[in-house]
């Protein structure tokens, strides 16, 4: 009879550990933070706002965005949109855009087509549906690194401007 109980009991830890480790590995090398477009002021790249969208399963808490070769910025912000347009810094005048500290925000994951499109039918404005980096440097911005939290694990995604390097 003890044999049995110490086998389930063993069988149970064992089915614990195998989950709790699948689960550690599937944050450690998921990648939720993305990003499909850019805008850039003048067309220059010393000024842009980079789209990120959160396509993972909970909250992304931004810590730290640096660029280049791991260089500091000069200036940069957190842009949310209550509209289905992309930020676009302080390019376009939108009102329905507020603009906050890094990390004063979470980036929410992503809604589905038809969550955006009834929160633009019902005029929305409080429920985020696209965020965006506003970056200015006295430098072309070349990549941009963003360090952020994604279930308590840090993790740093690198997007690619298309800013060509001095030669």
């Given at each position: 009879?003890?044999?049995?109980?110490?086998?389930?009991?063993?069988?149970?830890?064992?089915?614990?550990?195998?989950?709790?480790?699948?689960?550690?590995?599937?944050?450690?090398?998921?990648?939720?933070?993305?990003?499909?477009?850019?805008?850039?002021?003048?067309?220059?790249?010393?000024?842009?706002?980079?789209?990120?969208?959160?396509?993972?399963?909970?909250?992304?808490?931004?810590i730290?965005?640096?660029?280049?070769?791991?260089?500091?910025?000069?200036?940069?912000?957190l842009?949310?949109?209550?509209?289905?347009?992309?930020?676009?810094?302080?390019?376009?005048?939108?009102?329905?855009?507020?603009?906050?500290?890094?990390?004063?925000?979470?980036?929410?994951p992503?809604?589905?087509?038809?969550?955006?499109?009834?929160?633009?039918?019902?005029?929305?404005?409080?429920?985020?549906?696209?965020?965006?980096?506003?970056?200015?440097?006295?430098?072309?911005?070349?990549?941009?690194?963003?360090?952020?939290?994604?279930?308590?694990?840090?993790?740093?995604?690198?997007?690619?401007?298309?800013?060509?390097?001095?030669?």
């Open positions: 009879m003890n044999k049995r109980k110490l086998s389930i009991k063993l069988s149970l830890l064992t089915i614990a550990l195998v989950t709790i480790l699948s689960g550690y590995l599937y944050v450690a090398y998921s990648d939720p933070l993305k990003s499909y477009g850019i805008y850039f002021y003048n067309d220059e790249h010393k000024h842009i706002v980079l789209e990120v969208i959160n396509e993972g399963y909970t909250d992304v808490k931004l730290e965005v640096r660029i280049n070769e791991n260089e500091k910025l000069v200036y940069s912000n842009g949310i949109s209550y509209t289905g347009r992309m930020v676009s810094g302080d390019i376009e005048d939108d009102n329905l855009t507020t603009y906050v500290e890094l990390t004063s925000e979470p980036i929410k992503r809604l589905s087509t038809e969550e955006m499109s009834e929160l633009i039918e019902n005029g929305n404005k409080t429920i985020p549906i696209r965020y965006g980096l506003q970056i200015k440097n006295s430098t072309d911005v070349k990549t941009v690194y963003i360090k952020f939290k994604y279930f308590g694990v840090t993790k740093v995604a690198s997007f690619n401007t298309g800013a060509k390097n001095d030669q």
